[in-house]
């Protein structure tokens, strides 16, 4: 199959099942209610939450700094900035597409230099820096599992049904024996791919091209162990993910404080009712739309808001309406706040090559 057509069909898919996850999270909102939620929210916490967004840009770009500093010192805070600010912003259309995009943005502003037979070429090589940006995103992927886990621990009899029934549950029914072996195959697969490239890449250029993208893969993902401050590296995961817990927090705090006067007498309740969520909710609210990450979006668009609202509406009781409120304050504000920071970059960019 042509690449172009597969990419095509690849994010026509992914597009339309964003689509069809909205529409199941939309389709039974009172458009009237929904709005009049909206106006009448304490949207200062909002724009706090946008606040918190943006230190999780911040951080993240300094996280990924510390492991690029190994292949290349001269990598400089704003062009960290800058990539993962125009990924996230590309991600919203292309979903994965900004990881690529940034990893090529960091080796363009990389330092050249010359090898031995007289080439130039970038400190900071395009498989090395794929290979950081893979192990940044283990790191996130490793924290999150561990605030799972740990969050389920002692708050099992709250909200341990939700992630059993409706998550963990939801996957493992879909789980068959044709799909184990399938996934089995897959990975033999790679695994038989890698040998050769490694066995033979001395009888074919393409063989040892592939064995030195792998190489370089390996380095770059490897490079944490040539940090010089891990524990800052450390420090700023546990900073992101701070960040993220007040983001929810701070939505949290902006329906608590809609006027009960402007909405309708059902919304109305719904927000008396929350009155006593604290930063525990927060905490589960935030994990629970991390795992909307996994499903293959754009920009988390309808899973985030299908996953949240049903979080709320099967552990709180609450109108599933009131979740999607929640979902869409939540989400839309920093998406908002994604494109805003993407295109400053941008701006940036253009203004640095002139």
């Not at 250029?205 to 490079?223: T, Y």
Request: glycine share 8%; with cysteine.
């Amino acid at each position: 199959m042509n690449r172009k057509v597969g990419n095509v069909i690849k994010y026509g898919v992914s597009i339309l099942l964003a689509a069809a996850l909205l529409y199941f999270a939309f389709r039974k909102v009172d458009w009237t209610d929904f709005w009049s939620a909206l106006r009448a929210c304490k949207w200062e916490y909002v724009i706090l939450s946008t606040f918190f967004g943006l230190l999780t840009f911040y951080f993240r770009a300094l996280r990924w700094r510390e492991i690029l500093i190994p292949i290349d010192p001269a990598t400089s805070r704003l062009t960290c900035f800058n990539a993962v600010n125009i990924s996230y912003a590309v991600n919203m259309v292309l979903p994965r597409v900004g990881e690529v995009l940034r990893c090529g943005y960091i080796t363009a502003h990389s330092t050249k230099v010359k090898d031995e037979e007289g080439q130039t070429h970038r400190l900071a090589s395009f498989d090395k820096v794929l290979g950081t940006a893979a192990l940044e995103r283990s790191a996130d992927i490793i924290m999150m599992v561990v605030l799972l886990v740990t969050f389920l621990l002692f708050t099992w009899d709250r909200y341990g049904g939700f992630f059993a029934e409706k998550i963990f549950g939801a996957a493992s029914g879909g789980v068959t024996v044709g799909k184990v072996v399938i996934a089995a195959l897959v990975i033999l697969a790679a695994v038989i791919s890698v040998w050769v490239v490694i066995r033979f890449a001395d009888r074919w250029s393409p063989l040892k091209k592939a064995k030195g993208f792998m190489k370089g893969l390996l380095q770059g993902f490897l490079s944490c162990f040539k940090m010089k401050r891990a524990w800052w590296f450390f420090l700023l995961t546990a900073l992101i993910w701070a960040c993220y817990w007040m983001m929810s927090a701070t939505i949290v705090w902006a329906v608590q404080g809609i006027n009960p006067t402007m909405v309708s007498p059902e919304l109305a309740s719904a927000v008396s009712s929350i009155q006593s969520l604290n930063l525990t909710d927060a905490m589960f609210l935030m994990l629970a739309g991390s795992l909307a990450a996994i499903v293959p979006v754009p920009g988390g668009f309808g899973a985030f808001h299908f996953i949240v609202a049903g979080a709320i509406s099967y552990v709180y009781g609450l109108p599933f309406e009131f979740g999607i409120i929640f979902a869409t304050l939540s989400h839309e504000s920093q998406e908002l706040n994604q494109l805003l920071w993407g295109g400053i970059s941008f701006v940036s960019e253009q203004i640095r090559k002139e």
